[in-house]
């Protein structure tokens, strides 16, 4: 008998039992440590479990919020009263770069991925999610990605072209050294990891839901998801583009933004404003998705007018495309064009507006329940409005010349993406926390915690509108006393502080209930999306028997009677999972799933020294590629355990 | 995979699925989303980079800027061998859609040879550019518009190499058969994503009538 034909029979053994019996079973407790990641050290490096992937995500990606809160907390405290000296221009410049590119790129983003990375699999009665393994990639890159913006800023090589880096400046005449290489490759390594992770979160949606999910019940917050990912993969090639030219300019000496050349510096506005501005809605339309969660739970009913919420989405979607050419009103474009950009900007307006009155009619006709979630929540439609309301503002062309790089800029972006993204996503800490960790977050300093955010939030962004009609420049290290700036400032710094305290809280809340929070259940709001059926925290494989779904809020919408309520046939000592048609999510056939491996984050690795070479010389481009395509080559090659698996189990089509 | 392992199926209603298939091709696939969305990244990519060409050769009096237009010759022998390799990748295709061993091995090793032999040419077509990439912002464009092609050639090159080897050597299981089925649905694009990089870097610097 050969070493592989053993295998196959052992496997043929294993595979033989078959899941769907009840939680607690020995079926459930196989398939436990079945889907578990390895034990120990080594274990860690090899683990691909979504959940370890995703809570991994969530955490660095917080660790980056928290790096530039402080970034911000720096320059405010500099801005807080006339001709301070506690940073010069030069460490000015680099902090405010850091902000951006660090808020934009290391927390927003990937934040809302990493969120779904964990939720989505759940939501959609999912053991997995479609490519774990690539999961895994994505996630080590990023954290590589992310270290090495912040290893550079700490050899005071941190960028200091500003997070959208523009040409000329940010090009090798005017930012010698390597602080805009840092950059530009730190963005490659943060846009794969983004791309990848749409990949994942679309094939999951599409291909990995529970028989009976159809599309027209799928929870909104996935739709949310899988709107975000599409526009990902349209959106995020182009700063790759944008700042792969960059960096070739810089190294190799190609023209593409220098105009003595031929170049156009234009030509990287486009590109990166073609990325940027749905960069926004990236950022934004996964906060709706929080938002379609937690109201028609506090509202216990089901969200009002679900189609035309996917429809908005969508709409969406679709509009933040058209309109990347308003960050540029201020450079020498055609009237025509600037007038359709400013028509654009309004129009998506519209679709904000019907989700919006979508919750308003859902809390309206329903009982409403003000835990700290739905604070978070409401605390959107507030924020949200101002923003919105200067935003069409700053849409209408005469009006943006006037302000351009003001601080009433600074004030409108931060209403819109805290409002948009921060409170919503506080709020899903509070809602989805007790799933995560089986405890719940406590609710008075949970409350405290919002108040301090909210209030602090105001003081800190409301003035500098004021500031900026009153002609404060942005991205200024200083300014002279007897402007009349000095009072609205100090407000604001104040504010930031406030701001910076009510965020302490929540952690300190976090925390704190990891151990000593009321035990949390599986269904503590009394939620009708599939990931309250299960444990918490779940276990991991998710759901010991797949089910079956027959209504929008399947736990609200029971099976009737006689239909099955879960799924079985599944293997319980490999990694089976369903998988399902695309609109009707009728089972289609059974796959494996992969094992956990050490080769995603050994490839990961191989990367990043290309990368970082690359800063260096191009040739390290050609170099390193040869340990990084031998990782992937050993990552993609079978092993025989796997191989004898897939063959107990196969099937022909 | 018999249902006579899943007792409790029957008992209390459960949807069984253990007869389903183990793998199955095409969209059902979850793979052939994920190569359809790297599809759509790279098309992104792509559509993206020949924006920029024309938006650049918009704002330029000259064009090509004080250089030749590069020589038709091997950029058109790839283009002719590229078409002629969609033959052998569309056996290849078929057969491991049949589940034909040798046929998959056969064909899979005919495409293999054609990839080897664009890449040869490939490095002619450089040479052929009338242009260095530092000369100005038409040289810079037209390389990197070739070079991320070339991109995709190589990365494919690889990974047909890859499976072509473990074709003869194993293990194999259906999956694999897969495998071969997306790679061949990505050579498509990579053949389908050269034609109009063809027609610009090789006709777009060329003198149209207006
Ligand atoms: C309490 C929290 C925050 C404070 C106090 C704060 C403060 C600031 C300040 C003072 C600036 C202006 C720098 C200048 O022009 O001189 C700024 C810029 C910026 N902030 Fe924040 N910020 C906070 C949170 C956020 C968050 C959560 C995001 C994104 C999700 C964000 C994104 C940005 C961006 C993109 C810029 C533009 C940077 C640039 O001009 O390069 N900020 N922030
Ligand atoms: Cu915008």
């Given at each position: 008998m050969t070493h592989a034909t053993l295998e196959a029979s052992m496997a043929a053994d294993r595979v033989r039992m078959k899941d769907g019996p009840p939680a607690g079973s020995r079926e459930a407790r196989a398939l436990d440590v079945t889907w578990d990641d390895p034990p120990g050290l080594l274990g860690w490096f090899c683990a691909i479990n979504h959940k370890t992937i995703a809570k991994r995500f969530i955490v660095t990606t917080l660790g980056f919020f928290a790096a530039g809160g402080l970034i911000a907390a720096v320059m405010r405290m500099q801005l807080s009263r006339p001709e301070n000296t506690l940073v010069g221009p030069d460490m000015y410049n680099q902090l405010f770069t850091m902000h951006g590119t660090t808020m934009m790129f290391l927390f927003a983003v990937p934040v809302m991925q990493a969120v779904a990375i964990y939720l989505v699999p759940l939501m959609v009665g999912s053991r997995t999610v479609a490519f774990p393994r690539m999961n895994a990639f994505a996630y080590w890159i990023f954290l590589f990605g992310g270290l090495m913006l912040y290893a550079a800023f700490f050899v005071n090589s941190g960028p200091d072209a500003g997070w959208f880096a523009y040409v000329p400046l940010a090009g090798p005449d005017y930012s010698p050294g390597k602080r805009v290489d840092f950059w530009a490759q730190m963005i490659t390594f943060t846009e794969l990891s983004g791309l990848i992770e749409a990949i994942v979160i679309i094939a999951t949606v599409f291909k990995m839901r529970a028989p009976g999910m159809t599309l027209n019940r799928m929870p909104l917050l996935v739709w949310s998801n899988l709107v975000t990912s599409f526009m990902v993969l349209f959106a995020m090639p182009a700063v790759m583009l944008a700042s792969t030219a960059l960096i070739l300019d810089r190294l190799v000496g190609t023209h593409f933004y220098n105009p003595a050349e031929g170049g156009d510096p234009l030509l990287w506005q486009h590109l990166f404003w073609f990325f940027g501005h749905p960069e926004v809605y990236l950022i934004f339309i996964p906060g709706l998705g929080f938002l379609s969660s937690v109201i028609p739970t506090f509202s216990r009913r089901p969200i009002y007018g679900y189609t035309a919420m996917v429809l908005s989405l969508v709409a969406t979607g679709f509009l933040a495309f058209g309109l990347w050419v308003h960050h540029m009103f201020a450079t020498n474009l055609p009237e025509l064009g600037k007038a359709f950009f400013t028509a654009m900007s309004m129009l998506i307006a519209i679709p904000s507006a019907l989700q919006i009155f979508c919750w308003i009619a859902t809390m309206w006709t329903g009982r409403l329940n003000l835990k700290t979630p739905m604070l978070f929540v409401l605390a959107f439609f507030f924020i949200l409005v101002l923003g919105g309301l200067t935003g069409l503002m700053l849409g209408a062309v005469p009006l943006d010349l006037q302000v351009h790089d003001t601080y009433f800029v600074v004030a409108h972006l931060h209403y819109v993406l805290i409002g948009g993204a921060v409170f919503p996503l506080f709020g899903a800490f509070y809602y989805w926390y007790p799933k995560i960790k089986g405890r719940m977050m406590g609710e008075a300093l949970g409350k405290a915690s919002f108040w301090l955010m909210f209030i602090g939030f105001n003081a800190a962004f409301f003035p500098m509108h004021w500031l900026g009609l009153h002609g404060m420049p942005r991205r200024v290290y200083t300014y002279q006393a007897g402007m009349g700036w000095d009072g609205m400032n100090l407000l604001s710094t104040l504010g930031a502080f406030t701001f910076a305290a009510g965020v302490f809280l929540s952690l300190v809340n976090a925390v704190a209930s990891a151990r000593r929070g009321a035990v949390a259940g599986a269904d503590p709001w009394g939620a009708g999306t599939l990931e309250w059926s299960i444990a918490s925290p779940p276990p991991p494989c998710n759901f010991h028997a797949i089910p079956t779904v027959h209504g929008r809020d399947p736990l609200w919408q029971p099976a009737p009677g006689g239909a099955p309520a879960r799924v079985s046939g599944l293997a319980v000592n490999v990694r089976e999972v369903l998988v399902t048609s695309?609109?009707?999510?009728?089972p289609d056939h059974r796959m494996t799933s992969p094992n956990p491996s050490p080769w995603p984050f050994l490839t990961a690795l191989a990367t990043t020294v290309l990368f970082i070479g690359s800063i260096f010389t191009p040739w390290a481009v050609v170099w390193a590629a040869i340990p990084a395509t031998i990782a992937t080559i050993l990552w993609f090659w079978p092993k025989h355990k796997d191989n004898s698996e897939d063959l107990a189990l196969e099937k022909a089509p | 995979m018999t249902t006579a392992a899943t007792p409790a199926s029957r008992s209390d209603a459960t949807l069984d699925v253990s007869g389903l298939p183990s793998f199955r091709f095409s969209h059902h696939s979850p793979m052939w989303w994920g190569t359809l969305g790297m599809i759509a990244i790279e098309g992104t990519v792509f559509a993206l980079a020949i924006a920029s060409y024309f938006y650049l050769r918009m704002h330029s009096n000259t064009w090509p800027m004080f250089a030749l237009p590069p020589d038709l010759f091997w950029g058109t022998l790839n283009t002719a061998v590229m078409l002629g390799s969609l033959v052998p990748n569309q056996l290849a295709k078929s057969a491991s859609e049949r589940l034909d061993l040798p046929a998959v091995r056969l064909w899979l090793s005919v495409a293999l040879v054609f990839a080897f032999l664009f890449l040869g040419v490939r490095v002619m077509e450089f040479a052929s550019l009338n242009v260095r990439w530092d000369s100005n912002a038409y040289g810079s464009i037209v390389w990197t518009l070739l070079g991320l092609h070339t991109t995709h050639l190589i990365t494919d090159t690889i990974d047909t190499t890859v499976l072509d080897v473990l074709f003869f050597t194993g293990p194999l299981d259906g999956r694999r058969f897969v495998d071969v089925s997306e790679n061949c649905f990505y050579w498509y694009f990579v053949v389908g994503s050269w034609l109009p990089i063809y027609l610009v870097i090789y006709w777009g610097a060329r003198p149209w009538p207006s």
């Open positions: 695309v609109i009707d999510a009728l | -």
